[in-house]
C-alpha cells in the first residue's frame, strides 16, 4: 500500500467518522446583515469627513489663488499644484497609445535627486518664476534622470516623438501595466490633475457596477519648460493597503524587509523589486497570507541585479476576482551589495 | 448527508439567495470536514466555514459564478484555518513547557493506535503542505484548482505535494 493509499484511507476513515454539521444557515444571513449595517454607518462617517476636509481645502485654496490671480500659470516643473480638477471620465481604457515597456526602460545611470523624507509629499510652494528646485521625488517610471527628460523633449520639440509623455492618464497606465506587468488593471477610473502634480486613479472592469480602484497613481512633472513630461513617484494609498516599510527614499540593500498595513479578507500579497533597466523583476516574494481589519503585514524580499539609483518596491494582492486587484509601490534607493 | 430546509427569512434576494443557499446545503459538510482535517478541532471548523459563508454572502453581487463562489469559499476556509492555526501556535508558545511535553507525549500514544498518526502527521506538516494534500486526497481537486484556490502555481502545488507525501513517508518508516 502506498504512502497516497494510507492518507486517503486515514482522511476518508476521519471524514466519514463525523456527523453533518448543523444547520446555521440562518446565522449568516444575521451576521451579513448586521456587517452591511456596520458598513454604511462607517461610509457615512467617511462622507462627513470628507466633506469636512472639502471646505478645508477650499478656505486655504481661495486665498492662495487669489495671491496668483494675474501670474503666469504656466507649468515650469517647480509651481504649486493647481487646484483644477478634470471631471472622472469612467469608461476611458487603455489608450492606443500606450507606451511600450521596451522603449520606457532606459539604461541611464541613477538620478541624483535627493531623497523624499515621506511619500507623495507635494513638492513646496514656490512662484511660477523662480528656479528651478530639485526633484524632490524618486524618479520611478519613465525616466531614470533629468538627462532622460531633455533627451526626450529634445526630440518631442524636433519631431514631436512619445508625446504620451505629456499625458497623466497614459504614463499612470503605462507604468501599471507596462512597467509593473499588472495587464488586468487597464483603465483610468478618475483624475485629479494640477500643474506639476496629478493623481490617476487606476483599476478595472468587474462586468458589474463600478470598476473598482487598484491604485491612485501620483505623477509629477519632471524637468521644467512647457513641455516637461510626468514621471510616476509613487502611490497616495488608502488605508485599505498601504506600504510603509521601507519608507520612501530609503536605501535599501537585499534583502529588504517591506511591511505596510492592509484591511480586507483572504488577501495574498504579493512583492516584487523592480528597476527601470530591468525587464523583469530583481526579487519577487508570493505570497503572504493577510487580512483582517487594518493588519500590519510584513516580509522580507531577496533581490539581485541592482544597478539603477532607484528601485520600485510594489506590494499588489488579489485572487478574489483577478490576479491583481490592489497595489502600492514605495521608491527607495539601491545601495552596493555588501561584499 | 443531513436534509436541511432553507429558512424562508428573505434576508437574500430571490435572484441570489438560492445559489448561495445551494452551495451552503451542498458543500457545508466537506468544507467543514476540510477545515477539521487542518484544525483537529470541529467546533473551530464549522466556525471557519460559517466565516466563509458569511464573507461570501457579503460579496455574493460579484460572486455569481458558481465555480468562482466555490473556489473563493475553498480558499476562505483555508485562509481561515490557518489563521486559527497561527493563532493557536502563539497560544501554546506562551504555555509552559510541561504542559507542551504532556500533550505532545499523549498525542504520540493516541497516534498509534490506529490510523490517526497518518492525520496526527498530516497536521504537523507546514502550511502549503497540508493544504495541497488535504486538497487533492480529500476534495480530489487537480493540480491547477488547487492552484487556483491558493492563489500559487500549478509548479507549487507539484512541489509541495511531493514533499508532503515525502515527509508523511519518512514519518511512517520512523514513527515517533
Not at chain 1, 155 to 180: I, M, N, V
Not at chain 1, 250 to 278: L, R, W
Request: aromatic share 6%; proline share 7%; with cysteine.
Amino acid at each position: 500500500m502506498t504512502i497516497e493509499d494510507l492518507l486517503r484511507e486515514a482522511i476518508t476513515e476521519h471524514a466519514g467518522a463525523q456527523p453533518d454539521p448543523p444547520d446555521r444557515w440562518a446565522e449568516i444571513e444575521v451576521r451579513s446583515i448586521e456587517e452591511r449595517r456596520r458598513r454604511r454607518r462607517r461610509e457615512r462617517g467617511l462622507g462627513v469627513v470628507g466633506m469636512a476636509a472639502a471646505i478645508m481645502a477650499v478656505l486655504v485654496a481661495v486665498p492662495v489663488l487669489s495671491r496668483n490671480e494675474g501670474k503666469d500659470r504656466v507649468v515650469t516643473g517647480t509651481g504649486p499644484v493647481s487646484t483644477t480638477e478634470l471631471s472622472i471620465d469612467p469608461d476611458s481604457t487603455v489608450p492606443a497609445s500606450i507606451p511600450p515597456t521596451s522603449t520606457a526602460r532606459g539604461t541611464s545611470p541613477a538620478t541624483t535627486a535627493p531623497a523624499a523624507t515621506t511619500r507623495s509629499i507635494p513638492p513646496s510652494a514656490t512662484t511660477a518664476t523662480s528656479a528651478p528646485s530639485p526633484f524632490p521625488y524618486q524618479p520611478l517610471w519613465p525616466f531614470a534622470s533629468p538627462a532622460e527628460v531633455i533627451t526626450w523633449q529634445r526630440a518631442y520639440r524636433s519631431g514631436g516623438q512619445q508625446p504620451w509623455h505629456l499625458d497623466a492618464d497614459s504614463t499612470a497606465l503605462g507604468f501599471t501595466q507596462g512597467y509593473l506587468g499588472f495587464s488586468e488593471v487597464n483603465k483610468v477610473v478618475g483624475r485629479t490633475l494640477g500643474a506639476t502634480d496629478a493623481r490617476v486613479s487606476v483599476g478595472y472592469d468587474t462586468g458589474a457596477g463600478p470598476s473598482p480602484t487598484a491604485a491612485v497613481i501620483h505623477l509629477a512633472k519632471y524637468g521644467t519648460g512647457t513641455d516637461a513630461p510626468w514621471e510616476v513617484v509613487g502611490t497616495t494609498d488608502a488605508p485599505t493597503f498601504t506600504l510603509t516599510a521601507p519608507r520612501y527614499g530609503a536605501s535599501v540593500t537585499s534583502p529588504v524587509t517591506v511591511g505596510g498595513q492592509i484591511m480586507g479578507v483572504d488577501e495574498n500579497i504579493k512583492v516584487q523589486v523592480h528597476q527601470q533597466s530591468s525587464a523583469t523583476p530583481l526579487g519577487e516574494f508570493c505570497c503572504l497570507p493577510a487580512g483582517n481589519s487594518g493588519a500590519p503585514w510584513t516580509t522580507r524580499v531577496a533581490f539581485s541585479g541592482a544597478t539603477d539609483g532607484v528601485l520600485t518596491i510594489v506590494a499588489s494582492t488579489g485572487g478574489h476576482f483577478q490576479g491583481v486587484e490592489r497595489f502600492t509601490v514605495t521608491g527607495v534607493k539601491s545601495l552596493p551589495a555588501p561584499p | 448527508m443531513m436534509s436541511v430546509v432553507k429558512p424562508a427569512t428573505g434576508a437574500v434576494s430571490a435572484a441570489e439567495g438560492p445559489a448561495l443557499w445551494d452551495l451552503y446545503r451542498d458543500h457545508r459538510g466537506s468544507l467543514v470536514r476540510l477545515a477539521s482535517l487542518l484544525l483537529s478541532d470541529v467546533g473551530e471548523a464549522e466556525d471557519v466555514t460559517q466565516d466563509a459563508f458569511v464573507k461570501a454572502h457579503l460579496r455574493w453581487g460579484r460572486l455569481r459564478d458558481p465555480d468562482k463562489a466555490l473556489a473563493f469559499l475553498r480558499s476562505a476556509v483555508l485562509n481561515g484555518a490557518r489563521s486559527r492555526l497561527r493563532h493557536r501556535r502563539v497560544v501554546e508558545r506562551n504555555r509552559s513547557s510541561a504542559g507542551r511535553l504532556g500533550e505532545s507525549a499523549e498525542t504520540s500514544f493516541m497516534a498509534v493506535e490506529d490510523h490517526r498518526w497518518m492525520l496526527v502527521a498530516l497536521r504537523a506538516l507546514p502550511d502549503r503542505q497540508r493544504e495541497c494534500l488535504a486538497l487533492r486526497y480529500y476534495l480530489g481537486l487537480s493540480e491547477s484548482e488547487i492552484a487556483t484556490t491558493l492563489g500559487i502555481s500549478a509548479g507549487s502545488v507539484k512541489t509541495h505535494v511531493h514533499r508532503g507525501l515525502a515527509a508523511l513517508s519518512n514519518r511512517l518508516e520512523r514513527p515517533s
